[in-house]
Every structure is written in C-alpha cells, then in structure tokens.
C-alpha cells in the first residue's frame, strides 16, 4: 500500500499561536491529498480537501482562514492552524489518493493540545 | 446527502468467536465502499474496496461483503489482535469526498 507521513505527531501550543502540519507521500504523487479531524471516539470528519496547485475547497463550517491549507508540491501538503484557541484540540489526521484507484490511504495522524 | 451508519457500536468477542459487524448506507450512485482499520491514536489503514452489489473480498481473517444498501465485514475465529475500531466509508459518483461511518470498536478477549 502506498505510505504516507505526517509531522509532528504530537504538538503542544499556546493559545493564540499557529501550528504547522505537514502531510507527505513517500512513495507516489498524490494530486489530491484530504485533512480531516477527529474527536475521542468519534469518526472522522473531513475539514478540506487539496489539489496541488489550486485552492483547497473547504467543507461547510471549516473556517478557510483559521486552518491555512498549502499542497504546494505533488508529495506535500501543510495545514496551518492560527490562531489556536483550546476547541482547536483534536486528531488532524491527513489522506491520499494514488490515482490508481479510489481508496484512500491515511497519515498516522497528528494529535494537537493547544493549553 | 450520502449517510453511513454502523452496528453495533461496540462488540466484544472471546477468541475463536466469529462475527460480523454492519455497515449500512445511502448514497445517489455508489462507486466505492470502504472498510478501514484503526488502531487508537493512529491513522486508519486501508482494509477493501468493494464496488458493486454481490462482491466479496477476503484478507486473512476478514471477509467483506456489499449489497446495494449495507455491507459486511466478517470477521472468522477472531485473534486479540483483531481488536480495533473499524470503519466504513462510501464515495459517490459525483465527488472525490469519503463519508465515514462511526465505526464498531471491537474487542477481542483472549
């Protein structure tokens, strides 16, 4: 299966601070590449998805302007969350798609504590 | 608007004991379902695709099985290392979006 990465896995900030998160596949170009989020015991639930060289197009609710999305390269995609405040807390968790088929293949996940 | 639910919520298994765990959906125009496992605080790992009413795939110890409204995930002689939260997802004809299922947390005692 394809592999994909994601830094850090853990973050601890300060409320009011901003929070990079990358996303990268190791072993294939991903066009499209998916951020989602998910709460304890909960499922996931997609904030945006990116497409290399264009806009991400954001799911209704997901503020465009608090989680910044970049996929600047066909193996990376970042998601910026500014401004932190502590409802931010959750499991960023990234995803993508190969091209050859329709699955997708998931990043080990980024658990972020904003204090 | 694609909904997914999944039974049961929670299930707990003695090893050796096998079962099924259910993934219903509604979708206007199905291109894929989905079973993914998770493990807690980690990503999901991709199980099966399964594409059209009466196919089957098998890995193992898992068996996943699709109808035009639900599918099913068995699981044969289960082993503690079975135990995980597993998730269903579907896409339809008219995006690239997965909607995700709440997912069954399975135990699997020894």
């Known amino acids: 299966g394809a592999v994909v990465s994601q830094h850090p896995s853990r973050v601890i900030c300060k409320s009011g601070t901003s929070v990079k998160i990358e996303c990268r596949s190791l072993?294939?170009?991903?066009?499209?590449m998916f951020w989602y989020r998910q709460f304890p015991k909960k499922s996931l639930m997609l904030m945006a998805t990116s497409n290399e060289g264009s806009k991400a197009t954001y799911e209704q609710g997901v503020e465009k302007d608090k989680f910044l999305i970049n996929h600047a390269s066909l193996t990376l995609s970042t998601l910026t969350v500014t401004s932190a405040h502590p409802e931010d807390s959750s499991f960023y968790i990234c995803s993508c798609n190969t091209g050859g088929g329709y699955e997708q293949y998931f990043g080990p996940g980024t658990r972020l504590t904003v204090t | 608007e694609d909904q997914v639910t999944q039974s049961p919520e929670a299930l707990r298994l003695q090893e050796g004991e096998s079962s099924s765990l259910n993934c219903s959906y509604t979708v206007s125009g199905l291109r894929g379902l989905f079973w993914y496992r998770q493990d807690p605080g980690k990503g999901p790992e991709f199980l099966f695709t399964?594409?059209?009413a009466g196919e089957e795939k098998e890995k193992e110890r898992l068996k996943a099985t699709l109808t035009k409204k639900e599918s099913f995930l068995h699981i044969t002689a289960p082993k503690p290392e079975d135990s995980a939260t597993y998730l269903c997802a579907v896409q339809d004809n008219y995006g690239q979006n997965f909607v995700f299922g709440p997912g069954t947390r399975l135990s699997v005692l020894p």
């Open positions: 072993d294939f170009q991903a066009t499209t």
């Open positions: 399964l594409y059209s």
